[in-house]
């Protein structure tokens, strides 16, 4: 069983940062993609970035160039950087594991963005 723990949300105005962090603990195989989520009031979960167990990342368009996606292998823990953020990235984040053929879920932290 593997536990996922988010942390790094909260409050920012436009054009702020913030980081958040998700650390992967339990019994833990190996773990291949690692990645963020999120979902607004009235839409669907999307994806925001990921990174697989190489370093090759992906992200998706609204995002490029403000988010970066980073993971620490000996902590199995991913990081998501976000820089210069819009109004439209508040969402609760969730964090994805996959690891041995499994999916697992953090529990969500929010992120809002207004002045």
């Known amino acids: 069983q593997v536990q996922l723990v988010e942390s790094g949300g909260g409050l920012v105005q436009p054009g702020g940062s913030l980081r958040l962090s998700c650390a992967a603990s339990?019994?833990?195989?190996?773990?291949?993609?690692m990645g963020w989520y999120r979902q607004a009031p009235g839409k669907q979960r999307e994806l925001v970035a990921n990174?697989?167990?190489?370093?090759?990342?992906n992200y998706a368009d609204s995002v490029k160039g403000r988010f970066t996606i980073s993971r620490d292998n000996a902590k199995n823990t991913v990081y998501l950087q976000m820089n210069s953020l819009k109004p439209e990235d508040t969402a609760v984040y969730y964090c994805r594991v996959v690891a041995g053929m499994v999916n697992y879920w953090g529990q969500g932290t929010q992120v809002t963005v207004s002045s």
């Open positions: 339990g019994t833990i195989f190996r773990i291949n993609t």
């Open positions: 990174i697989i167990s190489g370093g090759s990342t």
